[in-house]
């Protein structure tokens, strides 16, 4: 079992940043991959961005490419969203993500085994 636990959302204007972060506990950090989703009111949760055990393997979904980056340190179990030049549309709870080993699918909730109970991210214009 793995616990994940979300900390770092709030208020920000548009333009701003905030850094989320994970903090996992419960089976060694190294082994699992690591995710954040992003779920807005009405929609559907959707893939942000994914890292594997190492920091030289990294997805990023094409809305926040360029502006969010994706990180860990494993000798903290904790898993950061660094995200820049933030918009309205960004608004959303936020989720961390965690599931054992490597995997070349990422974007779908089905191929996470644990998850946070998410953190908020309010963006105004």
């Known amino acids: 079992q793995v616990q994940l636990v979300e900390s770092g959302g709030g208020l920000v204007q548009a333009g701003g940043s905030l850094r989320l972060s994970c903090a996992a506990s419960?089976?060694?950090?190294?082994?699992?991959?690591m995710g954040w989703f992003r779920q807005a009111p009405g929609k559907n949760r959707e893939f942000v961005a994914a890292?594997?055990?190492?920091?030289?393997?990294?997805h990023c979904a094409d809305p926040v490419k360029g502006r969010f980056t994706i990180s860990r340190d494993n000798a903290k179990n904790t898993m950061y969203l660094q995200m820049n030049d933030l918009k309205p549309e960004d608004t959303a709870v936020y989720y961390c993500?965690?599931?054992?080993?490597?995997?070349?699918?990422?974007?779908?909730?089905?191929?996470?085994?644990?998850w946070g109970q998410g953190t908020q991210v309010t963006v105004s214009s």
């Open positions: 890292i594997m055990w190492s920091n030289t393997i990294t």
């Open positions: 993500a965690a599931a054992f080993g490597y995997s070349g699918t990422y974007s779908d909730t089905r191929d996470w085994s644990y």
């Open positions: 419960g089976r060694t950090f190294a082994n699992y991959r």
